[in-house]
């Protein structure tokens, strides 16, 4: 009854897995499945449950023989369970401490690679304000792919003042890569550097953005600020992983988090040095894995001591201990993807109608 059931369940799912996807992939503006979507999924999913099937099989046999195992010299059943025990302390120390770091070595090493290519089109920058540019702390290959893609990207003074009619200045665009030192405090202090070369506490607006796994900061969240307010805008980042974002979070767990802490940290401890009147307006910026880092980079003063100006996380995991709070205590009536929190005062969640 129960392999019924549930082959009963797999044939609905899989019959309304296509209208589920493309539902997404619309408001995506994505083009739907192709027809053999479904052939694709249920190869896909045999393939996995074989595999797991396997381990199980291989599982079950290194119990039954580490449970013979010690009959060999005694008949107690307590030789069976220590046998057993043994295996599986055998086991889980194989698999976590090698063949997971392991893995994790193998696929960092392999992004590692990935990361020093130049994106498509992109070259060091000729701007002062960009890293890797003319005086720049940081050299070009020293960025890591994303980071080339940063400092590369988005509008220049000139594109600026041509869409707007106004005077602009020259974006601030600091990055440093992982490549570019020895660990996150190092980076932190390179950051700093690099930011106060450029001349970043000298602008009306300040960014400390925590990028996703790979060091990716989306152009599209940075360059409408630097249009907005006619280029006096300094943007900083610094990568911490070559991994993706949801590779990252499960099997780096709170790199994001210290990073983003060590680079606030430098950055807000020379910003409230400065005179109040005059130093920038200070924000935070992350999006996806970032806003988790970005989220825990902020300690108790940076709230109600020297308060930043705001926040904007795009996109937070479900570990995000400020989003789920936010969608806990949310009003009554307001849906769980848009809450609204104290009647929208401190935060504000932005999504789709």
Not at 45 to 56: E, K, N, Q, S, Y
Not at 251 to 256: I, K, M, T
Not at 299 to 314: C, K, Q, R
Not at 322 to 342: C, H, K, M, T
């Amino acid at each position: 009854a129960l392999s019924a059931l549930a082959a009963a369940g797999l044939a609905a799912s899989l019959w309304r897995s296509a209208d589920w996807q493309n539902a997404t992939r619309e408001l995506m503006g994505m083009p739907p499945v192709e027809s053999m979507f479904h052939v694709r999924t249920l190869l896909a999913a045999a393939a996995l449950a074989l595999a797991l099937l396997g381990l199980g099989a291989l599982l079950a046999w290194g119990l039954k023989a580490a449970a013979r195992a010690p009959l060999r010299v005694s008949q107690r059943r307590a030789a069976s369970a220590a046998g057993v025990a043994a295996f599986l302390a055998l086991l889980v120390t194989a698999v976590d401490g090698t063949l997971v770091r392991g893995s994790v070595a193998l696929i960092d090493r392999l992004q590692a690679a990935v990361d020093v290519a130049d994106p498509p089109g992109a070259r060091p920058p000729s701007e002062p304000q960009r890293s890797s540019g003319p005086g720049s702390l940081v050299a070009w290959d020293d960025l890591g792919r994303a980071g080339k893609r940063f400092v590369h990207e988005g509008p220049r003074a000139a594109d600026i003042a041509a869409a707007t009619g106004r005077p602009a200045r020259e974006p601030i665009r600091a990055y440093v890569g992982l490549r570019a030192a020895d660990d996150a405090e190092a980076q932190a202090r390179l950051a700093l550097a690099e930011l106060e070369r450029a001349g970043g506490f000298d602008r009306r607006i300040l960014v400390v953005a925590t990028p996703t796994g790979t060091g990716w900061l989306q152009n599209e969240a940075i360059a409408p600020l630097e249009y907005m307010h006619d280029g006096d805008v300094a943007v900083v980042g610094v990568q911490y992983s070559y991994l993706q974002s949801p590779l990252s979070l499960i099997l780096e767990p709170g790199l994001a988090q210290d990073s983003a802490r060590a680079v606030f940290a430098a950055i807000h401890a020379r910003w409230r040095e400065l005179p109040e009147a005059s130093r920038p307006r200070l924000y935070v910026f992350g999006l996806s894995l970032g806003s988790l880092g970005s989220e825990a980079s902020l300690p108790l003063n940076a709230w109600v001591g020297d308060p930043i100006a705001g926040a904007l996380w795009a996109g937070p995991t479900f570990r995000n201990p400020f989003w789920r709070q936010i969608r806990r205590e949310r009003a009554p009536g307001s849906p769980d993807w848009r809450p609204v929190f104290e009647d929208g005062e401190p935060v504000r969640v932005l999504g789709p109608s």
